[in-house]
């Protein structure tokens, strides 16, 4: 059992950057590959970014691609997600989840074991 725990969400201007953490329970964390999706008003829940065991493989979705960053840090088990250049339509609540097995169907939400209970990013003037 996982159990994830997201903050660093909040309300931030066009252009600005923002932070957010995941935080796991567990001594198992580095076994699991963990994501980020996120999901809009009305949307549904959407790949944003991945990152591997140990961090050497990452993987982004293209409206996120330069702007965020995934990383990990085992020891503490936790999981980032970096995020700027911000845009309204980035405007989501974010999810991290984890993700069992092999390094495949990253970007499938019900591959996803466990999941967060979510962090809302407002990205508004």
């Known amino acids: 059992q996982v159990q994830l725990i997201e903050s660093g969400g909040g309300l931030v201007q066009p252009g600005g950057s923002l932070r957010l953490s995941c935080a796991a329970s567990?001594?198992?964390?580095?076994?699991?590959?963990m994501g980020w999706f996120r999901q809009a008003p009305g949307k549904e829940r959407e790949f944003v970014a991945v990152?591997?065991?140990?961090?050497?493989?990452?993987d982004y979705a293209d409206s996120v691609k330069g702007r965020f960053t995934v990383s990990r840090d085992n020891a503490k088990n936790t999981v980032y997600l970096q995020m700027t250049s911000l845009k309204p339509e980035d405007t989501a609540v974010y999810y991290c989840?984890?993700?069992?097995?092999?390094?495949?169907?990253?970007?499938?939400?019900?591959?996803?074991?466990?999941w967060g209970q979510g962090t809302q990013v407002t990205v508004s003037s």
């Open positions: 989840a984890a993700k069992s097995g092999s390094y495949d169907s990253i970007r499938v939400s019900a591959t996803y074991t466990y």
């Open positions: 567990g001594r198992t964390f580095s076994s699991y590959i």
């Open positions: 990152i591997s065991w140990s961090g050497v493989m990452t």
